[in-house]
T-cell receptor, first 112, second 110 residues
Framework: KQEVTQIPAALSVPEGENLVLNCSFT??????LQWFRQDPGKGLTSLLL?????REQTSGRLNASLDKSSGRSTLYIAASQPGDSATYLCAVETDSWGKLQFGAGTQVVVTP | DAGVIQSPRHEVTEMGQEVTLRCKPI?????LFWYRQTMMRGLELLIY????????DSGMPEDRFSAKMPNASFSTLKIQPSEPRDSAVYFCASGGTISAFGSGTRLTVV
């Protein structure tokens, strides 16, 4: 049974520092991996999708890596800003229909 | 495109009442998913459809929960009878290459 773990559960950094968020999964037979952002009381916004054949994906200040064999993904956010404060969720796609298995999330606070 | 639309945004109901949550997926997306989010259990997949056909309902917690997708532009999740432990945020998502989530329905059963 696939399990997705995110460490740390919470993180507080001063503005300008780089953020490193970790995600691990137990079954390497995944289709894709996605990183989402969730603001309080809101839905989920997809940030990056890494296909199983890819090693990394970049969008602006965000970079996500994927090591499928070791069951790990890392989300890097460069030069953090207070607006980056949110919960970040990692999800692995476990079948061809798009079924997602989520981690519990990392709650990020960026202080001015 | 307006994205995935869920209604209502908030629902407060008394224990034992029937609750119906609604979802309009993004046009052209073939898959539709219902998730539930709680503090204790995080985001859990309840059921999903492909081309309006239920594919996997193993996440539906009890027979009190049912979901339908009568056409490509509409789905419902029904709880009958509702219980306080059903209180959660229920998300609908539709999938193309990337899943798009609705804003959720916050359900409170008192």
């Amino acid at each position: 049974k696939q399990e997705v773990t995110q460490i740390p559960a919470a993180l507080s950094v001063p503005e300008g520092e780089n953020l490193v968020l970790n995600c691990s999964f137990t079954d390497s037979a995944i289709y894709n991996l996605q990183w989402f952002r969730q603001d309080p009381g809101k839905g989920l916004t997809s940030l990056l999708l890494i296909q199983s054949s890819q090693r990394e994906q970049t969008s602006g200040r965000l970079n996500a890596s994927l090591d499928k064999s070791s069951g790990r993904s890392t989300l890097y956010i460069a030069a953090s800003q207070p607006g980056d404060s949110a919960t970040y969720l990692c999800a692995v796609e476990t079948d061809s229909w798009g079924k997602l298995q989520f981690g519990a999330g990392t709650q990020v606070v960026v202080t001015p | 495109d307006a994205g995935v639309i869920q209604s209502p945004r908030h629902e407060v109901t008394e224990m034992g009442q029937e609750v119906t949550l609604r979802c309009k997926p993004i046009s052209g997306h073939n898959s539709l998913f219902w998730y539930r989010q709680t503090m204790m259990r995080g985001l859990e997949l309840l059921i999903y459809f492909n081309n309006n056909v239920p594919i996997d309902d193993s996440g539906m917690p009890e027979d009190r929960f049912s979901a339908k997708m009568p056409n490509a532009s509409f789905s419902t999740l029904k709880i009958q009878p509702s219980e306080p432990r059903d209180s959660a945020v229920y998300f609908c998502a539709s999938g193309g290459t990337i899943s798009a989530f609705g804003s959720g329905t916050r359900l409170t059963v008192v």
